[in-house]
């Protein structure tokens, strides 16, 4: 297909108008090819503003300015953003509003029908929960993405936690439920054609999906959107660029349907696990070439620096003021602030005192506390706040106690292990915020679960010698 031909293809205002409604507060990316052959990947401007598109002119706007590159195939994100200005919006955990829960199912044109099975039982467990208005597939030419429209969550529920942790959780939670039959599937999917079967969570902050109606970034054919209700019907000749068949019901919901399944995935799953410097483990697969399932695992016993810093400052809360549920709320928000520091603030680490704060200019009435030398600020339900966010004892339970529990670690042992291990400093480094990281936290960050075993072996020791 010559790019005059793809510059013809996007003219059509059907097309036009399918890829801005969808792409419209994503981050978008273009696929083009580079002057050696390889694939080119575009995602931002020159000066560094990721892509958008936000009216059909946009379209043409970016054909054109990355003709060099003859762009063919536009993606966007599972995100939704509030701006996206400049590159530090893109990985902003708070500038997300919304995020679609999308699975991917992986084939081939020869194995089609067994993706369209697959497809089947995920569509069939989302019935079951509660959810079916609000679901729509997409064929991308060579898999089916099957999706959630993200406005099926409440404003109640997005309030209450990130939406990038309700959609990952989602979709990790109906792969664990669907789990035995896909596997069942995948022992029955032939070998043949060059991408065997295979059903993935690829949730990340910076995935991207193609959009709606546009072409495959290799084959001459399109990405077509049709609802559950079609799947028995469905054929890739729908995909056909010349008389493509295309559903533009993709936009309808049901406002709160996924709110119950949210609740039950963020339960179990505890949310996405790619924030800052919390653990990369690997998401759920289900593949025909290897016929195996795969879940999310952590390194054997071995503990992500972020729920590191939040265990050892909730136990050091603990030990100066004697509160275990304000100590878990300091805990989540001090590993949160460290690590935005990290990404974004390094120098600011050496200057002591936290810079982020609330998240906006302090007017005088925020109430505040004092940790040795270390001001953090409260909500109004006496919990801490960072970014605008407050930080729970239940949500440390999702992002610090659960993931300890997920590295096959007892979290009632790794406590235990912090505060006999943090009884060994003096006050005054538990009371000074840059002695207390220096000293304590940097020398065990990348192996405190050494030190859970240890202190586990010398508890069991201690009992077998009381007998």
Not at 88 to 117: F, H, M, Q, R
Not at 146 to 166: G, Q, T, W
Not at 285 to 308: D, M
């Amino acid at each position: 297909m010559e790019f005059k031909d793809v510059l013809a293809y996007y003219s059509k205002p059907q097309v036009r108008d399918e890829i801005t409604a969808y792409c419209s507060g994503r981050w978008i990316a273009l696929e083009g090819i580079q002057r050696s052959g390889g694939r080119a990947f575009l995602r931002y401007t020159r000066k560094g503003a990721p892509l958008t598109i936000s009216k059909p002119e946009d379209i043409d706007m970016l054909l054109n300015r990355f003709k060099f590159f003859k762009p063919r195939t536009f993606y966007a994100s599972v995100n939704l953003y509030e701006k996206l200005e400049n590159q530090d919006d893109t990985g902003k955990s708070s500038n997300i509003v919304s995020s679609t829960p999308i699975w991917d199912v992986d084939a081939d044109l020869e194995t089609w029908e067994y993706a369209l099975k697959a497809s089947e039982i995920i569509v069939d467990r989302l019935e079951k929960e509660g959810i079916s208005r609000s679901v729509y597939l997409k064929w991308s030419g060579r898999g089916i993405h099957i999706h959630i429209h993200e406005r099926a969550f409440s404003k109640r529920i997005l309030e209450k936690h990130n939406p990038l942790d309700v959609s990952f959780s989602i979709v990790e939670y109906i792969l664990k439920k669907t789990k035995s039959q896909l596997i069942e599937l995948a022992e029955k999917t032939p070998l043949k054609g060059e991408r065997p079967l295979r059903v993935e969570n690829k949730m990340d902050i910076k995935r991207v999906f193609t959009a709606p109606l546009s072409l495959h970034r290799q084959l001459d054919l399109c990405c077509v959107c049709f609802k559950p209700n079609a799947i028995c019907d469905f054929s890739p000749e729908w995909a056909e660029i010349e008389r493509f068949h295309h559903d533009p019901s993709w936009r309808d919901y049901e406002d709160g349907e996924g709110d119950d399944l949210a609740e039950r995935a963020l339960a179990e799953i505890g949310g996405y696990d790619g924030w800052a410097e919390a653990p990369r483990r690997k998401h759920t697969y289900i593949s025909a070439e290897k016929r195996v399932a795969e879940t999310l695992t952590s390194s054997y016993r071995k503990l992500g620096r972020f729920q590191v810093m939040g265990l050892l400052q909730a136990a050091r809360y603990y030990l100066i003021k004697g509160d275990i549920e304000r100590a878990k709320s300091f805990g989540l928000n001090r590993a949160i602030f460290y690590a935005w520091a990290k990404r974004y603030a390094r120098d600011r680490l050496t200057r002591g005192g936290s810079r982020l704060g609330a998240g906006r200019t302090r007017p005088s009435e925020v109430k505040a506390e004092q940790i040795g030398n270390e001001t953090a600020y409260l909500s109004n339900n006496g919990w801490f706040i960072i970014g605008g966010t407050e930080q729970s004892p239940r949500d440390y339970d999702l992002q610090i106690a659960r993931r300890i529990e997920a590295a096959s670690i007892p979290y009632n042992e790794a406590w235990k292990a912090a505060i006999k291990y943090l009884e060994g400093f003096s006050r005054d480094v538990l009371l000074d915020q840059q002695r207390f990281y220096r000293e304590a936290y940097l020398p065990v960050r990348d192996k405190f679960h050494m030190i859970v075993d240890r202190m586990s072996k010398m508890g069991r020791q201690r009992t077998l010698d009381g007998y």
